[in-house]
């Protein structure tokens, strides 16, 4: 059976997946780009985005186990847009459809998780946004469907991978945990009380200063 | 100046440095010891217990810098008693005198912080406990006057840690991530966004699944 698996998921000290203050401008709030600079400086980023050098380390390591073997992924909507409630800008010249761009880094079908279902969006490279008002697992069996014998990515946000952990969907976990206090913002680890005992814990320490947690879960 | 120092302060993932439900036989609820395995192995713990062996590597070396140096502690009520509320036990046969037995392991002053003053208590060995109803500064004033040159230990629980953090009066703290998620109790880091900016933080993950974070103040 194909795996679901998370990647490069960055919290701070505190737990926190994004900050407060969600704007286009500022899709992580206060938190701004710090909870991500370990990525943007590997070359696995670099190579994403069309940008010479970066690290090979062990942060790079990480930061590349996140594309292959990966037939589809699920978000929340909040990591498609800010906007919350009905679409209002449907069928307009400003119809939203994404951050990345026209050829998003995603290649895959992938299924945006919204209580206001709307039309399919195919971007050029392969992917191809689906809107469905799903639960945790019939998300998963969508995109099990979608992904054949390829592995499910969890993209996010934290509310999001929080719900397919405690519903017990997660195989493997790596979790980023950036050395700052954030303060406020949502949380990844609320209500898991316990989870620990279901997954193998492996953690090793960046000389850049982050922690990568690798969470597997046991047979 | 003599420095102020937290070592050994051990939280879980989701950042509890105790659970709930504290009481006499549970000092730190239903966290059981599970905050505190890696101590119990390391031959610092078993030199102070009279126990024989134990591990000597990076646990052991973080663990056994707790003691040298040290001219008194200070430690929030909850570290000496679960009693909450004016004392109702002093002058008894059964009056409590800490969980440390007759000699405790701290050989110094201790101040304990309580809105309920009472008489000072002389122990063996050297620990004399007084009970005054301070702020952080008045308390960290009172222990400096008693250790001379040496430094002030912040002995816990996690509300005094960070209250003590708040206020900007740690300079050095030593944190212990265990990879358990216990879901309820006392957050160590709640309300403290952009401390890390005051500090240099360094990261070591031990091969015994813990993490050692330790922040010095910057100058």
Chains 1, 2 share one sequence.
Do not use: C
Not at 25 to 35: K, S
């Amino acid at each position: 059976m194909s795996r679901v698996r998370v990647h490069n998921f960055s919290i701070s000290l505190d737990g926190f997946g994004t900050g407060e203050g969600l704007t286009i401008e500022a899709p992580f709030g206060h938190a701004g780009h710090r909870l991500h600079e370990w990525m943007f400086a590997t070359r696995a980023w670099g190579e994403m985005t069309g940008q010479p050098g970066g690290s090979t380390g062990v942060d790079n390591a990480f930061a590349q186990r996140n594309g292959p073997g990966i037939g589809a992924e699920i978000m929340g909507r909040g990591k498609f847009t800010t906007q919350t409630g009905p679409w209002t800008d449907l069928g307009t010249e400003d119809e939203w459809r994404g951050w990345w761009g026209d050829n998003p880094p995603f290649h895959t079908p992938v299924f945006v998780l919204t209580h206001y279902p709307r039309p399919s969006i195919e971007m050029e490279g392969g992917t191809m946004f689906h809107f469905i008002d799903a639960s945790p697992q019939e998300a998963l069996d969508r995109a099990r469907a979608a992904a054949g014998d390829l592995d499910i990515r969890i993209g996010g946000g934290p509310t999001m991978v929080r719900e397919f952990l405690a519903a017990g969907l997660i195989d493997m976990l790596h979790i980023v945990q950036v050395p700052i206090l954030l303060g406020r913002g949502e949380r990844l680890w609320d209500g898991l009380e316990g989870m620990d005992e279901r997954y193998a814990i492996e953690t090793v320490a960046s000389p850049s200063g982050i922690v990568h947690l690798t969470f597997t879960r046991r047979p």
